[in-house]
């Protein structure tokens, strides 16, 4: 199988066509690019915080991009456009989000997705 170099020079690749022959990514790429975007003064991009049922209850910090394009991952908007969605925050200020709503949750874990 032909493998070709993806064509997103100059624009960040967003949705990719999963159902043509010549499909294939760089990570490598796309890794470096998302940095330059959500990572900026010490600070990294998030969405939102709160927490989820799954796991039997945890407090999630939700970070915008990501170097691979899962066609299940469900995250969307913050993978597809890190330009456009999310905030800037420190990693002092996610701990103490994720902290604190695990706190009012009563729920005793917390990840960053």
Same mark, same amino acid.
């Given at each position: 199988?032909?493998?070709?170099?993806?064509?997103?020079?100059?624009?960040?690749?967003?949705?990719?066509?999963?159902?043509?022959?010549?499909?294939?990514?760089?990570?490598?790429?796309?890794? *470096?690019? @998302?940095? *330059? %975007?959500?990572?900026?003064?010490?600070?990294?991009?998030? @969405?939102?915080?709160? !927490?989820?049922?799954?796991?039997?209850?945890?407090? @999630?910090?939700? !970070?915008?991009?990501?170097?691979?394009?899962?066609?299940?991952?469900?995250?969307?908007?913050?993978?597809?456009?890190?330009?456009?969605?999310?905030?800037?925050?420190?990693?002092?200020? &996610?701990?103490?989000? %994720? %902290?604190?709503?695990?706190?009012?949750?009563?729920?005793?874990?917390?990840? &960053?997705?």
């Amino acid at each position: 199988m032909k493998i070709n170099k993806p064509k997103y020079e100059g624009s960040y690749p967003r949705e990719l066509n999963y159902k043509s022959d010549s499909f294939s990514f760089d990570p490598i790429e796309i890794s *470096e690019r @998302t940095v *330059e %975007l959500v990572c900026k003064n010490g600070k990294r991009k998030y @969405t939102d915080f709160y !927490t989820v049922g799954v796991y039997g209850g945890i407090a @999630t910090a939700y !970070t915008v991009g990501c170097n691979l394009r899962c066609f299940f991952f469900w995250v969307g908007r913050g993978r597809d456009r890190p330009k456009k969605y999310g905030n800037f925050y420190s990693s002092e200020e &996610v701990s103490e989000k %994720l %902290l604190g709503i695990a706190s009012n949750s009563g729920v005793e874990k917390a990840r &960053v997705s």
